[in-house]
Structure formats: C-alpha cells, structure tokens
C-alpha cells in the first residue's frame, strides 16, 4: 500500500507528482513568512555594497583590456613580428646556409670519399678473397673428411651392428626361458597352495574378534550413553534454555523502557522540531542571500549604465567626433606614405638578397666547380638562383 508524504512520517524522498498531473504549491508556515521578510532586508542592506564594488571592477577591468591591455598586446606582438621577419629572419637563414655547406665540406664529403675509393673496393676484394678461401677448404673437408667416414659406416659398423643385434636377442630369450622356470612356476605354487589357505583362517579369526568387540562395546558405552541423553541432559538444557530466555525478554524490556522510547521521544518531539526550525532558517537566509545579490545587481547595473552614459556623453563622443572628423583625415595620407616607404624598403631588400645569393653561387661554383643547373638544384626549395 502506497503512502504520500504526509501519510507516512519517515518518508526521506522528496515526493513527485505523476506524468501529466500539475505540481501542488507547497503551504508555507507562519515561520517561514516571519523569518523571510527581514532576513532578505537585512542581505539586501548587506549585500548592496559588496555587489556595487564587484560590479565597479568589472567594468573597470574590461575596460582597462579594452583600452589599453589589449591595444598594447597587438602593438608589441606586430613590432615583434616585424622585427623576426624584416632583421632575425634572414640573418638565421644566412647563418644556416652557411653552416650547412661548412659542416658538407668538413664532414660529409671527407667521409663520402673514404667510403666510395678506399673502403667499398677493399671490401669488395675481401669479400671475394675469402669466397675463394671458403670453397677450397669445403672441398678439402668433402675430400678428407666426409668421404673416408661414409666409407667407414657402410662397410665397418654397419655388418658389426648387426651381429650385436643377432647375438642379443638370442641371449635374451635363453634368459626368459630360465628366470621362467627357476623363480615364475614355484612363485605361483607357494601361493596357491600355502599362502591363500592361511590368509583365509587369519580373515576369518579377525572378523570373529571384531564382532565380540563390537557386542561388548555396545552395550558397555553407547546404550549408557544414549540413556544419560535422553534422560538427564535434555531436560537439564530445556531448563537452562527456558531461563536464557526469561532473562532476555526481562533485559529487552527494561532496555526498551529505559532507553529506546526515551530517545524516540527525544528525536519526535524536541529533535525534529528544532531541525525543521533550522533548517527553515538556513534556507531561508540562502534564498535571501541570492534574492539580495540579484537585486543588488540590478540597482548597481542601474546606477553603473547611468553613470557611464554620463562619461560617454562628456569624454567619449567628443573624442569619437574629434577623431573621425579631425585626426582621421591627417592621419590617412601620412599612414600611406609609411607603407610605400615600408614597400620599396622591402623591395630593395629583396634585391640586395638576390644579389648576395647569386654571388654566393658564382663564388661556390668557382671553387668546387659544376654547372649553374646543377648549383640551381643543389639551393633549396625557394632560394634558388634566378
């Protein structure tokens, strides 16, 4: 049977209507409407300067990003930018074309070198020296070796092998033929004409003995026994039970009366009461908490947005108008200016840079010889001589 929260006392879950049934308002108390009303005054005092201040530095704060962080991020990111692209850039690039050929001319083509005119042909001759070396001592090893032991096996061991074999099992079945009638035929005559009687008279005494035995200790331990069971000691531990038992029920009882219904009385009545009261309390002063946060960030929202408004209207149009119909102008022809000037630098530079790289080449190709087609494929991908 099914019991709704206010039915059953101890229910602990929160009880949910069914699927499609509307949700009944939960009653409130007279403690609840006296403890909500001053408690949300008192957050709402409480609170109001707190949030006031938090919502200060949050504008503040984007703003300071905004205006200053940020632009400031992008003006030191650019000029680091230009700076490892216009001067850091090929200057590592130089350095490390450099080092490259260095490190070919001082480590690479020595040892290539050694390789392809020095250690490939003594390998190579080696290799078939010891080749030639190999065969020669294999057929020596056919020669002296293998065939004389071959020859040794088929015509030596082989017919001595089988005369062993021969001789063996004629030994062997001499041998079986003897032990048979020397140790197998009398074995088998002790034991059935001496052994077998004797062990059934000694069967047939022990059983004899096992029986009287058996009779004597019946009725001289087990019919005793059982008769001091049935007569003494049950009715001595039916007693002793009955009273173990007594006892228990007496100690339950004056356990129950003494300390459970006290305590059940105590939870009831003074417990529950209190923790409910508590609990109210608590909930209450969680929901006013937040009720006095939300509010007071709406009236600091409120005084904030028009306190801004205000200094957007004395500072911030005035700068906006100054900037759009007086620096704007100025600025425009001067900010063209620097970047054809930035796009002829870079334009010289790139000259300046072919031109070392194409001396670079005629210098190399000059001192280690070839082609400009083959110095054209030896440059990188991207670098190389027009």
């Not at 009653?27 to 008192?42: D, K, Q, T």
Request: proline content about 6%.
């Amino acid at each position: 049977m099914s019991h709704t929260p206010e039915q059953h006392e101890g229910f602990t879950k929160p009880y949910r209507p069914r699927h499609g049934a509307a949700p009944a308002r939960e009653s409130e108390g007279c403690l609840v409407a006296a403890v909500r009303m001053p408690v949300r005054i008192v957050m709402f005092v409480l609170v109001l300067p707190v949030r006031m201040v938090w919502d200060a530095l949050v504008v503040c704060g984007r703003a300071l990003n905004r205006t200053v962080l940020r632009p400031f991020g992008r003006a030191i990111g650019g000029a680091c930018a230009w700076i490892g692209r216009t001067l850091l850039l090929p200057v590592a690039r130089g350095t490390g074309l450099a080092l490259m050929w260095t490190g070919k001319a001082l480590f690479v083509w020595p040892w290539v070198a050694l390789w392809r005119y020095v250690l490939a042909p003594a390998g190579r001759g080696t290799g078939a020296l010891l080749g030639r070396l190999g065969a020669g001592l294999a057929w020596l090893g056919r020669v002296l070796v293998v065939a004389p032991l071959s020859w040794t096996y088929a015509h030596v061991l082989t017919p001595i092998g089988h005369a062993l074999a021969t001789l063996v099992r004629g030994l062997g079945s001499g041998c079986g033929r003897l032990g048979r009638y020397l140790f197998v035929v009398p074995a088998a005559a002790l034991y059935r004409y001496v052994l077998t009687p004797v062990g059934h008279a000694v069967v047939a005494v022990v059983r004899g003995v096992g029986a009287a035995l058996a009779w004597l200790g019946r009725y001289l331990f087990v019919v005793p026994a059982a008769a001091l069971y049935r007569y003494v000691l049950t009715p001595v531990g039916h007693a002793v039970v009955a009273v173990i038992r007594g006892v228990g029920a007496a100690l339950a009882w004056l356990v129950r009366y003494l300390f459970v219904v006290p305590a059940v009385a105590l939870h009831r009545y003074v417990l529950t009461p209190v923790g409910r009261a508590l609990a109210v309390v608590a909930r209450e002063t969680g929901a006013g908490l937040v009720f006095a946060w939300r509010a007071a960030g709406r009236v600091s929202r409120a005084v904030l947005g028009f306190l801004g408004r205000l200094l957007r209207a004395l500072f911030v149009t005035p700068f906006v108008w100054t900037w759009q119909h007086v620096v704007r102008p100025v600025w425009r022809p001067i900010a063209q200016a620097t970047r054809e000037t930035a796009r002829s630098v870079r334009a010289v530079l790139a000259s300046v840079r072919a031109s070392v790289r194409e001396t670079r080449a005629e210098i190399r190709r000059a001192l280690f010889g070839g082609t400009r087609t083959q110095e054209r494929e030896e440059l990188p991908e991207g670098r190389r001589v027009p």
